[in-house]
């Protein structure tokens, strides 16, 4: 390979892992992918001091500018919008930190924050940049940089998860889910609900999903319990990573219905998001790289 494409080799899987935490979606992020690359093989290399950083700054502008894009097509999407969902690799969950910040429950909290917020957030707090380099990457001064990271981030602690579930308890809650949505057993589901939860699906107009965001346990539990079976079809349900963390794929007659992801605090299920738009699961056939 040519010095330009190895460095843009060597550093892809962090680009895209960027890309996407600003904008929830993996094929919008490899778009992103492409407009950076076009822009790098015309940089001079030699003139170049840090190369990572310098990526990640072209990545991170055209992330922006495609963020706002993705916002005016969101305000016209049918029903809730939840993030697109990937398949991810074992080395993914064992960084927690990169897990916890491509969590479906994470990303939902980054879609509430203005796109440089997001930006700063994601550069500062997942990839460790410093206030110099994202403020060239988000064209703010330093010190402009720094109170919008600390703006950000008090705005994510707010509304994050009250604490980052482990593996295995968000593990024995999805196992604990599954029984109960395998059996439609709606006392076991209301054993792993919490009174509060709630549950958003996402069919994007294509395939029926609810409208709006189902709270409270009696009614998701009576939802589910209602929805999954169905007579006709051969249900299986897959316990993988998705998003760096444990998720159910369901199958009816061998083909993918939907994804369900899911927010756990202390040993219950506070979120369910389920993703049933057919142009959002693409990806979960196949595992996708990611890094920082």
Same mark, same amino acid.
């Given at each position: 390979?040519?010095?330009?494409?190895?460095?843009?080799?060597?550093?892809?899987?962090?680009?895209?892992?960027?890309?996407?935490?600003?904008?929830?979606?993996?094929?919008?992020?490899?778009?992103?992918?492409?407009?950076?690359?076009?822009?790098?093989?015309?940089?001079?290399?030699?003139?170049?001091?840090?190369?990572?950083?310098?990526?990640? @700054?072209?990545?991170?502008?055209?992330?922006?500018?495609?963020?706002?894009?993705?916002?005016?097509?969101?305000?016209?999407?049918?029903?809730?919008?939840?993030?697109?969902?990937?398949?991810?690799?074992?080395?993914?969950?064992?960084?927690?930190?990169?897990?916890?910040?491509?969590?479906?429950?994470?990303?939902?909290?980054?879609?509430?924050?203005?796109?440089?917020?997001?930006?700063?957030?994601?550069?500062?707090?997942?990839?460790?940049?410093?206030?110099?380099?994202?403020?060239?990457?988000?064209?703010?001064?330093?010190?402009?940089?720094?109170?919008?990271?600390?703006?950000?981030?008090?705005?994510? /602690?707010?509304?994050?998860?009250?604490?980052?579930?482990?593996?295995?308890?968000? @593990?024995?809650?999805?196992?604990?889910?599954?029984?109960?949505?395998?059996?439609?057993?709606?006392?076991?589901?209301?054993?792993?609900? /919490?009174?509060?939860?709630?549950?958003?699906?996402?069919?994007?107009?294509?395939?029926?999903?609810?409208?709006?965001?189902?709270?409270?346990?009696?009614?998701?539990?009576?939802?589910?319990?209602?929805?999954?079976?169905?007579?006709?079809?051969?249900?299986?349900?897959?316990?993988?990573?998705?998003?760096?963390?444990?998720?159910?794929?369901?199958?009816?007659?061998?083909?993918?219905?939907?994804?369900?992801?899911?927010?756990?605090?202390?040993?219950?299920?506070?979120?369910?998001?389920?993703?049933?738009?057919?142009?959002?699961?693409? @990806?979960?056939?196949?595992?996708?790289?990611?890094?920082?």
């Amino acid at each position: 390979m040519d010095p330009a494409t190895e460095v843009f080799v060597a550093h892809r899987n962090l680009l895209f892992t960027v890309a996407y935490e600003m904008l929830g979606s993996a094929a919008d992020a490899e778009d992103v992918l492409q407009e950076t690359w076009l822009r790098w093989v015309g940089v001079d290399l030699d003139s170049v001091r840090e190369q990572r950083a310098y990526l990640v @700054r072209i990545t991170t502008r055209q992330a922006l500018s495609r963020l706002r894009t993705l916002s005016r097509r969101k305000e016209s999407y049918v029903g809730p919008w939840l993030p697109e969902p990937l398949l991810t690799a074992p080395d993914v969950a064992e960084d927690v930190e990169l897990a916890d910040s491509v969590s479906m429950a994470m990303l939902l909290v980054l879609e509430t924050l203005t796109p440089t917020e997001r930006a700063v957030f994601v550069l500062r707090e997942v990839f460790d940049l410093d206030y110099d380099e994202i403020a060239e990457a988000v064209d703010k001064s330093p010190a402009a940089v720094r109170q919008i990271a600390h703006r950000a981030r008090a705005h994510v /602690a707010a509304r994050r998860p009250r604490g980052v579930a482990s593996r295995a308890e968000t @593990r024995g809650a999805l196992e604990a889910f599954q029984r109960a949505i395998e059996t439609g057993d709606l006392q076991s589901l209301l054993d792993i609900l /919490a009174p509060d939860v709630v549950f958003l699906g996402d069919g994007g107009g294509v395939v029926q999903a609810v409208l709006r965001p189902v709270l409270g346990a009696d009614k998701v539990a009576r939802l589910l319990t209602a929805g999954i079976p169905r007579i006709d079809a051969e249900v299986s349900v897959e316990l993988v990573q998705i998003n760096g963390g444990p998720a159910l794929i369901i199958r009816f007659d061998g083909d993918i219905d939907n994804v369900v992801a899911a927010r756990v605090d202390d040993g219950l299920i506070t979120g369910l998001y389920v993703v049933r738009n057919p142009e959002k699961l693409s @990806r979960v056939e196949n595992e996708t790289a990611m890094s920082r």
